[in-house]
C-alpha cells in the first residue's frame, strides 16, 4: 500500500479517533433499522446502492463495494426474501439482471434518510457558523481525498483488510 503521509501522525491518529466517534453516534439509528428490519448494516448499503442506482446488476453493485459476486448475490437474495428489492431480466440483454427498489424498499430507504437527516440536522445546528463552515470544509476535504485515493488505489479495501481466514 502506497501511503504518502501528508500530515503529521498525531493528527491523523487523532482524526481518525474523532471519524469512529462521528461514525458511532449513529448506531442509534442503525440499531433501529436492524431491530425493524432485520437488515444489516450491508444490505442496508445495497439498499441505497440500488435506490441511488436503479437497475443496477449485482456485478457493479460487487465492483462499488469491492466485495465477489456471491458475497453480492447473497446480499440481494435477502433483499428480494424481504420484499424489498425486486429483480427484473435486462429486455435488450438477457443475461443481464437488474436490481430495483419495490416500494416497500423505497418506503424504508425514505423513513431511514428522514430519520438519519432528522437526527444529524439536529447535531449540525448545534454548531456556531464557524464551525459547521469549517466542518464543510473539512467533508469536502475529505471526499476528494477519499475519491482521489479510489483512484490511484483502486483495490485499497483488499489491501487494507486482506482475507481474515
Excluded at 502506497?2 to 442503525?30: C, K, Q
Excluded at 466485495?67 to 429486455?91: A, H, K, N, W, Y
Aim: proline residues 5%.
Amino acid at each position: 500500500m502506497s501511503v504518502t503521509p501528508r500530515r503529521t501522525e498525531p493528527a491523523v491518529d487523532t482524526a481518525l479517533r474523532y471519524f469512529g466517534d462521528a461514525l458511532n453516534m449513529f448506531d442509534p439509528l442503525r440499531f433501529r433499522a436492524w431491530a425493524e428490519l432485520g437488515l444489516t448494516t450491508a444490505q442496508l448499503r445495497v439498499l441505497f446502492l440500488v435506490r441511488e442506482a436503479p437497475g443496477v446488476t449485482a456485478g457493479a453493485l460487487a465492483q462499488r463495494l469491492g466485495v465477489t459476486p456471491p458475497t453480492i448475490s447473497g446480499i440481494v437474495d435477502r433483499l428480494v426474501r424481504l420484499g424489498l428489492i425486486r429483480r427484473e431480466d435486462d429486455e435488450s440483454d438477457r443475461r443481464l439482471v437488474r436490481n430495483l427498489l419495490t416500494e416497500k424498499g423505497e418506503a424504508a430507504c425514505s423513513r431511514m434518510e428522514q430519520g438519519s437527516e432528522t437526527y444529524t440536522r439536529r447535531i449540525l445546528v448545534e454548531m456556531s457558523l464557524e464551525d459547521l463552515e469549517a466542518f464543510i470544509a473539512g467533508m469536502r476535504a475529505f471526499k476528494e481525498a477519499s475519491e482521489y485515493v479510489s483512484k490511484v488505489e483502486p483495490n485499497l479495501a483488499e489491501v487494507a483488510m486482506p482475507g481474515l481466514f
